[in-house]
């Protein structure tokens, strides 16, 4: 059974970079039937997609943030990681990491991590 | 890329069928066979409940399903039941291998 684990500071200074990464046990990121996404939710808000990569490397990212975020795969730890830079109160969310089947769908969801942009 | 536009909140009783819809563009939802939804609960993670429009995962209930026309996706619960109180969300793939999704809808159940 795969599971997703986010982990990363959940409290970041206006201007610096959110970093966190997402941990995958139970099965590989090698494998090619999924890709590797981001999904985040400000309180009290809805769901917003940040980004996705798949094992090519290739990246995906959603227009608004695209100048600002980027995300990696290090498949030798089966971690899967999301740097946004220039944050601001607006990047303040909970922040999920998740399996994106290549077809459709997140299948399979982490936790989620609350991220804080505060001085 | 604007998210797709669901409903703030739909109610029924139990025992009656509700339909969310998700109103998007001949971009997104009208170009593609590739809407999901998902059911959240407050202070959880979602749960994949419909994708490819209408196929349901191993494991959720028959009484959730989805269907598609023109630019407008639906999703339609069944034997309304307390526990399908939630949030939904759609979500549409928009070309490029990026996605968008709805504003999410309040389920009460009555």
């Known amino acids: 059974q795969m599971q997703l684990q986010e982990s990363g500071p959940g409290l970041v200074k206006p201007s610096e970079t959110l970093s966190l990464t997402c941990h995958v046990s139970?099965?590989?990121?090698?494998?090619?039937?999924?890709?590797w996404a981001w999904i985040r939710q400000p309180p009290g808000k809805g769901l917003e997609w940040v980004g996705s990569i798949y094992i090519n490397g290739n990246t995906y990212y959603t227009p608004p943030l695209k100048s600002r975020v980027t995300i990696s795969i290090d498949t030798s730890r089966n971690t899967f990681s999301l740097n946004l830079r220039s944050v601001t109160a607006a990047d303040t969310a909970v922040y999920y990491c998740v399996r994106q089947p290549v077809v459709d769908g997140f299948d399979i969801w982490g936790q989620g991590t609350m991220v804080t942009v505060s001085s | 890329q604007s998210a797709l536009t669901q409903p703030a909140s739909v109610s029924g009783s139990p025992g009656q069928s509700i339909t969310i819809s998700c109103t998007g563009t001949s971009r997104d939802v009208g170009n593609y066979n590739l809407v999901s939804w998902f059911q959240q609960y407050p202070g959880k993670a979602p749960t994949l409940m419909i994708y490819e429009v209408s196929k349901r995962p191993s494991g959720i209930s028959y009484r959730f399903s989805g269907s598609k026309s023109g630019n407008t996706a639906s999703l339609t619960i069944s034997g309304l039941q307390a526990e399908d109180e939630a949030d939904y969300y759609c979500?549409?793939?928009?070309?490029?291998?990026?996605?968008?999704f709805g504003g999410g809808t309040r389920l009460t159940v009555l």
């Open positions: 979500c549409s793939y928009v070309g490029s291998s990026t996605r968008v």
């Open positions: 139970g099965g590989p990121t090698t494998t090619r039937d999924y890709y």
